[in-house]
């Protein structure tokens, strides 16, 4: 399994999206600036609408909102979870992943360039707080 990794330090949710979509960082990228999605863009550090547009230009529908965190076993099978949630100034800030069960076993693909491994199943350390629940239609 190949996990793309992040090229721009603000780039968690378009690597999420290439992750769940099978595309490249690059690939992804040019489909979110044809869409006005640049990475650049503080406001996407707060901001879950961006992401379901991506989906959606690639055929994916992602849930209408988020849901609260209660387990890794009540996550559905695909989701973007919202890891190292902060707030700055009032603004909620966070990290995007992607929960994923192969063959029945969970797995976090994680893109931050940083990590020895971004197939993560260090779960206690990851701390979600909510998510968006995705069914892949591609």
């Known amino acids: 399994m190949t996990i793309v990794i992040q090229e721009e330090a603000t780039g968690c949710g378009i ?14 990228k040019t489909i ?9 863009d503080t406001s996407l550090w707060s901001d ?7 989906l959606l230009a690639c055929g994916v529908k992602a849930s209408d909102n988020e849901a609260p965190f209660v387990s890794w076993d009540a996550l559905p099978d695909l989701a973007l979870l919202a890891i190292k949630h902060h707030q700055e100034d009032g603004k909620d800030f966070w990290h995007w992943v992607v929960f994923k069960r192969f063959n029945g076993q969970p797995v976090v693909l994680d893109s931050a360039s940083y990590l020895p491994s ?14 968006i629940e995705v069914v892949k239609e591609v």
């Open 15 to 28: 690597a999420s999206v290439a992750n769940i979509v099978g595309k490249t960082y690059s690939q992804m």
């Open 32 to 40: 979110a600036n044809n869409l006005g999605i640049f990475a650049s």
């Open 48 to 54: 879950t609408g961006y992401v379901r547009r991506m």
């Open 118 to 131: 971004n197939s993560r199943t260090d779960f206690a350390e990851m701390q979600p707080k909510w998510f």
